[in-house]
C-alpha cells in the first residue's frame, strides 16, 4: 500500500513549506536522486536554520508523502537553492517549475536580488530546467564533482537576477 500514485497530475499535488518533522522523508526522496545522498539529520539542520526558505510538494490521499523537494537559504540581498529533487514518477509534470516559482516568490518578498545554484555541468535535465526559468551561466568550478570511476564534472554556477526576470 505504498508509494501509490493514483494521479500522477500536478493538480493533486499541494506545495508546502518544509518544516522540520518533513527532513526524514526528504532524505528518502533526495538519495533516490543524489550520490552521496545527504543524511536526515543534515536536512534536519538545514530546515532548522532562520535563513532556510525550503518547499515540498505533497501528494497522496492519505499521509500525503513528499513527493519533491526544494531546499533554499536566503540571505542579506542573496538567494542559493541548495537542492531540488523530484520523484521519478512525478517527473516532467511541472513540480520542480512551481517549487522554483514559490522558492523565488519568497526570495523577491524577504529582499533578495538574486538567487543563485550550482548544478553538473552534465546534469541536462537541471540545466534544461534552470535556463527555461531565465537562469544564466555566472561561473564555473573545475572537476568540482566526483564521477564513478574516477571521472570529474564542472560545476556551473548560474544565477537568476530579479530585476532582468519576469515579475
Ligand atoms: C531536474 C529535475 C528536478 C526536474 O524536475 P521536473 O519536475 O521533472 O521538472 P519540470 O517538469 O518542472 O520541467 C521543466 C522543464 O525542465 C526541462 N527538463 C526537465 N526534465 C528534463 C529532462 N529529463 N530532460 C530534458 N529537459 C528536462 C524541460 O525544459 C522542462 O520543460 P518541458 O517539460 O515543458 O519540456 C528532476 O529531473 C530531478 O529531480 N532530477 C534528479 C535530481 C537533480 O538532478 N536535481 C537538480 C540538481 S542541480
Known sequence: MTNVTPFR??????????????????????????DPAWDTAAIQTLLEHPAATSLVAVAGSQKKSVIAFVLGQLAA????????GVSPDWQRVGLATGLLEGLTRAARRGGAKRIFLEVAEDNAAGIALYRKLGFVEAGRRKRYYERPGGARADALTLVLNFDSAEA
Do not use: G, T, Y
Not at 493533486?12 to 543524489?34: G, N, Q, T
Open 9 to 34: 497530475n500536478v493538480k493533486h499535488a499541494s506545495m508546502l513549506w518544509a518544516s522540520p518533522d518533513r527532513a526524514e522523508e526528504i532524505a528518502a526522496l533526495h538519495a533516490k536522486l543524489f
Open 77 to 84: 540581498d542573496e538567494a542559493e537553492i541548495l537542492s531540488i
